[in-house]
């Protein structure tokens, strides 16, 4: 049964075909958007993806803050940060940070990238619709932003204690937070889904 799409808004179900880039499929009944065919969904949402990565390296590579005090000055990783939140006792927390802002966007980059590639060379890679539904599952627990948000007031407060340098870590992973939106938002589920279809009857 391909093609058939439940509306979100009012749950009519609805058959909708393989629409033609740049369209949009809207339902008969309450007229929401079931579909959009974004343009060049695949490569654009690639290109993301691949900038993504080399922002997720240069974000955990490089320093994040430095604060001067007098002559001292102590530069901090991304990491370096959660081993010390780890190592004053606050484990739970240092996991929950590494989890939303180093874990959750790899396997975001790297699902999204495998399930990409998959689709741009037209052939379904190993466990491929998992991967594609994990990538789903995890975008709720992405929580860069919230974590940037704390970063920013911790900022405030400790300027008067200290001179801040911001490092070029953190602006990769700000440039990493709109990156990894825009790969999820050109992704197009629904294409992604026909291809995999597709693949399925042709090497039935
Ligand atoms: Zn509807």
Redesign the pocket.
Known sequence: MSGLIA?H??D?MQRVGTLPEGSTAT?V????ILHKRKPNSIERTLAFALSGLILFGVTNAFPFLSLKIGAQVQETKLITGILELHKSGMSEIAFLVFFTTILVPFLQLTGILYVVLSVRFGRLYPKFRRVFRYINLLQPWGMMEVFMLGILVSIVKLAKMAKIIPGISIFAFFALIVVIAAAISSLDMHLVWEKCDQYRKKHR
């Open positions: 509306c808004e009012c009519l339902c009944r309450c007229g929401a």
